[in-house]
């Protein structure tokens, strides 16, 4: 992998990730863009102890854009995009419109290729290594930015979902604080290791899952399944088997095995409700570890923290969206509509041949 570091013409952070160590990336970008100026902000709330970014200004952001204005494909002749490059592997850059920004925190996109057309799934595992690559190497530049305490790479997938662009793209969040998911992980993980004397909490899940019908699929390095309490219709959760903290903990045999797992995945989801209903819009989620102290979840270091991405899609079946309604949004309580081991099955039955 070759990383080149380039500004754009306001002055954001752009970054190509290249699979040729000779690759020459020197295209200057030529758009009058002014300085960007962000007004977000990060509010606590008193009675809920969790935070909310207040970004006004996004809602100027680009807003579904036809395919030849899509600003994440490459720049070609007089049309300028945020790639200044007529082409690319994989680039990462400051958002335009971040929810995060300066002390609140940053937020990057991640375009996974340049063809406009494709998805995550259709990628070589060249190019899902890739993107692996870049996802670690951001993690580990931004954990040092001293306003970041948590790295949160992900992935939306679909109008349904609220993409707004229809590039092949993920996104990067640096937060300011452990976020309110995670937190609730480390208190279970906490509470689960005094009362076993020791027992950590994301390995007795393995332990569970690897032994019951909701398994997936099943590599050396990693396994997903189907989790005992899913909250969505049809949600995998993939975990290296080897319990690390963060991307920057795999090992070289489990990179190397990830993209196989996972574009396999990715294709199943596509497959679950037929040709007609594909692709299947879905929120992708890496799960790391924070960076900052965790002295307020008593007994539980880093190394305890277990990475692993959340896999799931808003649709229940053909033609009908998972909606949160009253009691997923006004009370946090998920009611599923479909049992996690026949979503396992499902998954299972539209494995690749």
């Known amino acids: 992998m070759k990383k080149t570091s380039t500004r754009l013409a306001d002055g954001r952070e752009l970054i190509y990730y290249d699979l040729r160590d000779d690759t020459v990336r020197d295209a200057v970008d030529r758009r009058p863009l002014e300085r960007t100026v962000t007004t977000s902000e990060v509010r606590r709330d008193p009675l809920l102890g969790d935070s909310v970014a207040i970004a006004s200004h996004r809602q100027g952001r680009i807003y579904h854009p036809p395919a030849n204005e899509c600003p994440l494909c490459p ?14 592997d994989v680039v990462v850059f400051e958002n335009r419109f971040p929810s995060l920004a300066g002390d609140s925190g940053r937020c990057e996109v991640v375009c996974f290729t340049s063809d406009h057309n494709a998805s995550f799934a259709d990628l070589t595992e060249e190019q899902a290594r890739l993107v692996l690559d870049a996802w670690t190497d951001r993690t580990s530049e931004l954990s040092h930015l001293p306003s970041v305490e948590q790295v949160f790479c992900f992935e939306n997938r679909g109008a349904e979902i609220g993409v707004t662009l229809g590039h092949p793209h993920g996104q990067i969040y640096a937060y300011p604080f452990t976020t309110p998911r995670t937190a609730l992980m480390l208190r279970s993980l906490a509470a689960h290791k005094e009362a076993t ?13 690897l032994a019951d019908e909701r398994v997936v699929l099943e590599a050396e390095h ?64 890496w799960h790391q570890a924070p960076f900052g102290q965790l002295e307020e979840f008593e007994g539980v270091h880093r190394d305890d923290f277990a990475l692993h991405l959340e896999l799931f899609t808003i649709r229940r079946t053909s033609g009908k969206l998972k909606f949160l309604a009253g009691s997923e949004s006004g009370m946090d309580v998920f009611i599923n509509d479909i049992r996690p081991e026949a979503a396992a099955q499902r998954l299972r039955e539209v494995a690749s041949s």
Do not use: C, M
């Open 75 to 88: 720049s070609q002749g007089e049309r300028l995009s945020e790639i200044p490059d007529s082409w690319y």
């Open 197 to 209: 004397g020791g027992e950590n909490l994301f390995d007795a899940v393995l332990e569970r899952e």
């Open 222 to 285: 990693w396994v997903a399944f189907v989790p005992y309490a899913a909250h969505w219709p049809y949600e995998v959760h993939l975990y290296p088997k080897r319990r690390v903290p963060d991307l920057l903990g795999l090992d070289e045999d489990a990179r190397t095995e990830f993209p196989q797992v996972y574009l396999e995945l990715l294709r199943r989801f596509d497959r679950i409700f037929g040709e007609s209903e594909s692709p299947t819009p879905y929120i992708a989620a």
